[in-house]
């Protein structure tokens, strides 16, 4: 089983690190970095590198994908050489899947014309313009495609993936080994439970990073 995930310049590094830490658990797993060239991948706050191994031609047959979000991918819309990559390896994936703003780049790619998905809070109204029909779920499920919402989702998304492929049981125990066992101070992990001035605070931020 060939998981393949996607690195451009400005992801997110918990959208691939934490589905990484989940399927690199299971036994069998092929993890494969990859990007529109090889090399080094910077972060969206410039302070961390992921390295992808191979370029796009190099991976054509992942069983997994799974795109990460981040502010790049606002200038990746319509970045064709990508989102004919991505066209092309869905063809033969068993699962294609994202976090966060990575259904963006799906939705672009005319994957989710139609289709539920989830997506970072403050990009649903990007991903409806897009042609999916955004849903506030944390990870949403339709057909062979799999969408995690904001960057932390993407470690419930590759667990409830696993659960799917290969059952409860070595998805709990995954679940231990990493001891994903959340128990935030704050109960303010969605605009709907925040209080309303947070909301407008991290929206203001999120604007002003997205413009930079």
């Known amino acids: 089983m060939q998981v393949a995930y996607l690195l451009y310049d400005r992801f997110t590094a918990l959208d691939i690190t934490g589905p990484h830490e989940v399927f690199n658990s299971v036994p069998g797993v092929e993890s494969v970095f990859v990007g529109e060239v090889a090399g080094p991948y910077r972060n969206e706050s410039d302070t961390l590198s992921i390295l992808a191994d191979k ?40 699962w294609t899947t994202s976090v966060c703003t990575g259904s963006l780049l799906l939705a672009a790619a005319g994957l989710l014309e139609g289709r539920p998905a ?18 506030a779920d944390r990870v949403v499920f339709d057909g062979k495609y799999v969408t995690g919402a904001g960057v932390s989702a993407g470690i419930d998304m ?16 995954v679940q231990l080994g990493i001891e994903y066992d959340p128990q935030p101070p704050h109960d303010a992990g969605a605009p709907e439970k925040a209080p309303a001035e947070i909301v407008e605070a991290v929206s203001a931020v999120f604007e002003s990073r997205e413009a930079s």
């Open 55 to 94: 370029s796009l031609d190099e991976v054509p047959n992942p069983d997994i994908l799974v795109v990460p979000g981040g502010f790049g991918t606002r200038s990746l819309l319509d970045h064709e050489p990508l989102l004919s990559w991505i066209r092309a390896v869905d063809r033969t994936t068993a």
């Open 118 to 135: 989830t997506t970072h809070w403050l990009a649903r109204e990007t991903l409806a313009g897009l042609g999916a029909r955004p849903v």
């Open 158 to 173: 590759a667990l409830s993936l696993v659960t799917e492929i290969y059952g409860p049981e070595l998805a709990q125990a």
